[in-house]
């Protein structure tokens, strides 16, 4: 069916949300929790690994229920299924979004312009599996006859952080391959890089969905000649393999075609690690890992096709980040993961989110009078509590924050683990409850203070508290999990796309500074410094002299 195309603030939902919100903005979640002893439970969901914990939210029942009713007005529903389905709704493009037919079941049928492509899917799977097999087994070897130590993923964007991001999530599931990741244009990134590389032993990926983008061929092209110092051309078949939609350009790359991977246009790049390009995924912890990861990214599918609203992880998880976003003006959300593995996690998300959500104009084209994209940002706790959340706790800004976190750790240290996960919940419980100024002069006077002293420090050390959080507590960071967590944030950015009424799947926010790099790159070459505004001119010449 094709979306009407809903202007969001236009909807009865969104109107008695602004008049709940002035009502109600002032509760204090903690008072809410004394009114109804059953909040803890009714607002969570468990769900297979997952227990999300959505009660310390600045919500009533009537709060979800009208942003229920919103999710309904614009036909999400109806959104989800042309997703799944293969219709193009990527309009500006012209394309599918069809990251969920990467990890669809083997039977599965998933149409785009009336072909099938799970079977593709699964041929190109093999492909994966037989090729990282052989590398991590030592079968296929370097051209000295040597087996593989080394890989090197060359990417950028989506073709270098899902990678990066699940390598290093999964780290201790990982084989004796070494993995190395290099996507900044900047040489000083290639040649550490290579420094540490022996060429005999080291297995490149070329991973780029178009085969254009100037960092990767950049990249690709000083890593090939600084193999041909030590290789001949014909070696080349043995050490270099790309992934890509355009296999043209990677045949005059000189890639041999046996080590071409191919993906489909019906894969955003920021959604694209479920293809081959997670091949270097692949080799760091073994096909099964992989598949494992796509088995929970497709658990995490169905759930959120097929989950009631009311009980959909995702749907709910944006809901409340729309709640915050245009309601509460919040600008930020912060994502903790308790994992020092998580750590590249937010990194990886801020391009998901932001590279699909920053958009101004709506799905007719017409500038948008409403806040769209969240900017997303965090680090691993307990390291982010001795950095940034004194401006969680204390600031001025309200900041919704994920907190996720793990039953069991992975190599079983207790005594560490306990202390993690104590942090872990004592912080949204503070952020939450807060300290009253009456609390604070309390806890001064029985350390024994004077009046004097107290009455000067204590709103120093008052916490206003009702600060908004999710507890996303998770059985174990296995590659399944992983799969169905990165998967929920997928969806969350779609159900946020919809009821903003914006295109998510296009980009064309990055192409004008691509564009202007290219001529500005002419411009450093030449004798002429060309045309620009004088600041540019300006720059240019104290770069050039
Ligand atoms: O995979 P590639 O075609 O090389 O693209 C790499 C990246 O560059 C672009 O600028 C896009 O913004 C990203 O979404 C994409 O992942």
């Known amino acids: 069916m094709t979306l009407p195309k809903i202007n969001p603030t236009a909807t009865k939902a969104w109107s008695e949300l602004a008049s709940h919100f002035e009502a109600s903005k002032e509760k204090q979640v903690k008072d809410l929790f004394l ?3 059953k909040r803890a439970a009714k607002f969570a969901i468990e769900w297979k690994d997952f227990y999300v914990d959505f009660s310390k939210n600045r919500i009533t029942d009537e709060t979800l ?10 036909h999400l529903k109806e959104a989800i299924n042309n997703y799944y389905e293969g219709e193009k709704i990527n309009q500006t493009e012209s394309r599918a979004v069809l990251h969920t037919a990467l990890r669809a079941k083997k039977g599965d049928t998933i149409f785009v312009d009336g072909v099938n492509v799970v079977p593709e899917v699964y041929g190109v799977k093999e492909h994966v599996k037989v090729f990282s097999e052989a590398i991590i087994s030592g079968e296929k070897t370097g051209f000295t006859g040597k087996a593989f130590t080394d890989v090197v993923n060359i990417g950028i964007g989506g073709s270098d ?3 990066a991001m699940v390598t290093e999530s999964l780290k201790f599931y990982k084989n004796h391959l070494k993995l190395h990741f290099v996507s900044n244009v900047d040489g000083d990134h290639v040649n550490e890089v290579l420094k540490e590389l022996n ?3 080291t297995l490149f990926v070329v991973v780029s969905k178009t085969f254009t983008t100037q960092e990767t061929l950049s990249n690709a092209t000083t890593i090939k000649e600084w193999f041909l110092k030590y290789a001949s051309q014909k070696d080349i078949a043995a050490h270099f393999a790309a992934v890509s939609t355009n296999t043209e350009k990677i045949e005059e790359f000189g890639i041999v075609q046996e080590n071409v991977f191919p993906m489909w246009d019906w894969v955003g790049g920021r959604f694209s690690l479920w293809s081959a390009v997670g091949l270097s995924i692949a080799l760091a912890v073994g096909y099964e890992n992989f598949d494992e990861l796509l088995a929970g990214a497709n658990e995490m599918d169905v759930h959120f096709k097929e989950a009631d609203f ?3 992880i995702p749907v709910i998880l944006a809901l409340l980040s729309v709640w915050y976003n245009n309601f509460y003006g919040a600008e930020t959300e912060a994502i903790i993961p308790y994992t020092q593995y998580l750590g590249r996690f937010s990194a990886y998300l801020q391009q998901g989110i932001m590279e699909s959500n920053g958009k101004s104009v709506d799905r007719e084209g017409n500038e ?4 769209t994209g969240t900017i997303i940002w965090g680090e691993p706790g307990t390291n982010s509590q001795h950095a940034f959340f004194q401006l969680i706790h204390q600031g001025t800004k309200v900041i919704p924050t994920d907190f996720i976190g793990f039953k069991h750790s992975l190599h079983g240290n207790k005594d560490h683990h306990n202390k993690l996960m104590a942090n872990f919940f004592a912080q949204t419980e503070a952020l939450m409850n807060g300290k009253t100024k009456a609390e604070v002069v309390a806890e001064l006077k029985s350390n024994g203070l004077e009046q004097g002293v107290i009455a000067k420090l204590a709103s120093f050390k008052v916490f206003e508290g009702n600060k908004p959080t999710n507890t996303i507590l998770i059985e174990k960071l296995t590659p399944k999990t992983l ?6 944030y997928e969806h969350k950015i779609f159900v946020q796309g919809i009821i903003w009424n914006i295109f998510s799947f296009d980009q064309w926010g990055v192409e004008l500074g691509k564009q202007l790099a290219k001529n500005t790159l002419k411009d450093i070459e030449n004798s002429d410094i060309g045309n620009h505004d004088s600041s540019t001119m300006t720059l240019l010449q104290k770069f050039k002299n």
Request: glycine fraction near 6%; charge should be negative; aromatic fraction near 4%.
């Open 65 to 74: 229920s009208l942003l229920l009713q919103l999710a309904d007005e614009v």
């Open 483 to 488: 799969g169905a967590l990165i998967a929920m």
């Open 161 to 163: 952080i899902g990678p």
């Open 368 to 371: 948008i009078p409403y806040q």
């Open 35 to 37: 009114q109804d002893h």
């Open 199 to 201: 060429a005999e032993t």
């Open 310 to 312: 009311k009980e959909n």
